[in-house]
């Protein structure tokens, strides 16, 4: 896979931003958790291999809570059940081989310092990368958004240290609460680009990304947006195999072909900012919702934008809902500025969409799906990637009998 020339940290940290939307916009929490615990770890002097590994894990420790509504629980100081998404978490890590190392991390991320844990520890027997992210993490739940911060950290740190000894670490809470003597803590949390922060808090070590690394991410990050509505449980991974197919018989590249691949994987990205109940609404959406959905294509661009090398990759996720007739969202592209691949990709989505059931209706069976593409060729389409499609409808038409459309491309 076209290696090298990526770095890991810039692609976590970009995507690390799919997973704060919030209903009321993004939240940055999981680049100020990986900061604040790369300041703690270092003043506690930890090696930079247990560095390298604290950052990964602390910058998508919440990757277990996919749903809107569960993300705004997270908000408490104390949740009532912590554990289910820590849980969901490293299963999606857990099966990620070269994550497998800091999948302990995010189980225990809110393990309690005095145990009844689920997974059977307590004190410093939690590893203690967990019990750093648990306490900023704790930490930055407190701080009121609409407050000048440097009024605060009093009352925080109060409200910390009632919780150092059961829940948090209390030789942590020692290290955090000097750490956060200096305002200059407290005003990174609120800077404007915490990704400069993060690059600045990372800038002496690499995280450098071989093999199958890029396409394992992309299959982590298209597992929460799949699980974002029982609808879309496979959309992202029928998306990319169709999209990987069309590449093939179009003759592109073994690179780009699989580029094509993390591209359909990643082409939703942005519905994470879309609240589920919109996903999931049984009827036909108000305009107002339908402006709603609009928003991800331009999310999945925004995020993607930031990872150096995706350049390619991006347009061919995030123009998907672009038509040839310029009437297209969210850049209303006139059918010369929409690159080939992304018409593939349009088509990709369209046959998925189409063959997979919706909550207002079931899959279509192939001659009413053909026929709803026929009818948007030429306006929305492009005929050519349609041809290819409609040619070679029976080998897609196998995507749709594997549970998992992947098991083919990826075997
Ligand atoms: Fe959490
Ligand atoms: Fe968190
Ligand atoms: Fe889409």
């Given at each position: 896979m076209m290696n090298s020339s990526f770095d890991l940290k810039n692609i976590f940290s970009s995507l690390s931003t799919a997973l704060d939307f919030t209903y009321s916009g993004l939240s940055s929490h999981h680049k100020r958790v990986a900061l604040m615990s790369l300041k703690l770890a270092r003043r506690m002097g930890l090696p930079q291999d247990r560095i390298k590994n604290l950052f990964i894990s602390a910058i998508i420790h919440d990757i277990g809570a996919v749903s809107m509504r569960e993300k705004e629980i997270l908000g408490e100081l104390e949740i009532l059940d912590p554990y289910a998404h820590s849980e969901m978490g490293y299963q999606m890590v857990k099966n990620v081989k070269f994550l497998e190392p800091v999948s302990c991390f995010v189980r225990s991320h809110h393990d309690a310092w005095r145990g009844d844990n689920p997974s059977g520890l307590r004190g410093d027997r939690i590893p203690l990368e967990s019990r750093i992210i648990n306490a900023v993490d704790r930490l930055d739940v407190l701080i009121n958004r609409r407050q000048n911060i440097l009024e605060q950290p009093q009352k925080i740190l109060r409200r910390l240290k009632s919780i150092a000894g059961t829940i948090i670490d209390p030789d942590i809470m020692v290290e955090l609460a000097d750490l956060a003597g200096a305002e200059g803590f407290w005003l990174d949390l609120e800077y404007g680009s915490l990704s400069d922060l993060l690059c600045a808090q990372t800038e002496d070590f690499e995280i450098s990304i071989e093999n199958n690394m890029l396409l394992d991410v992309s299959l982590l990050f298209s597992g929460v947006i799949d699980k974002k509505s029982i609808f879309t449980h496979r959309h992202s991974r029928l998306v990319a195999a169709s999209a990987f197919k069309i590449a093939g018989i179009s003759g592109f590249s073994v690179e780009d072909s699989q580029k094509m691949l993390v591209a359909g994987l990643l082409h939703d990205l942005g519905k994470l900012g879309v609240p589920e109940k919109i996903l999931e609404k049984p009827d036909r959406l108000s305009p107002e919702e339908f402006r709603l959905i609009k928003r991800h294509t331009y999310y999945t661009h925004r995020i993607l934008d930031k990872i150096k090398g995706f350049e390619e990759i991006n347009r061919w996720a995030s123009f998907h809902h672009e038509r040839m007739d310029g009437?297209?969202?969210?850049?209303?592209?006139k059918a010369e500025s929409i690159p080939i691949p992304s018409r593939l990709m349009a088509v990709a989505d369209v046959f998925s969409a189409l063959a997979e059931n919706r909550p207002y209706r079931r899959g279509l069976p192939g001659n009413k799906l053909m026929g709803i593409l026929d009818e948007m060729t030429g306006s929305a389409l492009d005929p050519q990637a349609v041809k290819v499609l409609k040619d070679n409808y029976s080998s897609f038409e196998e995507l749709l009998e594997n549970e998992d459309p992947l098991s083919q491309p990826l075997a």
């Open positions: 009437a297209g969202y969210p850049f209303r592209l």
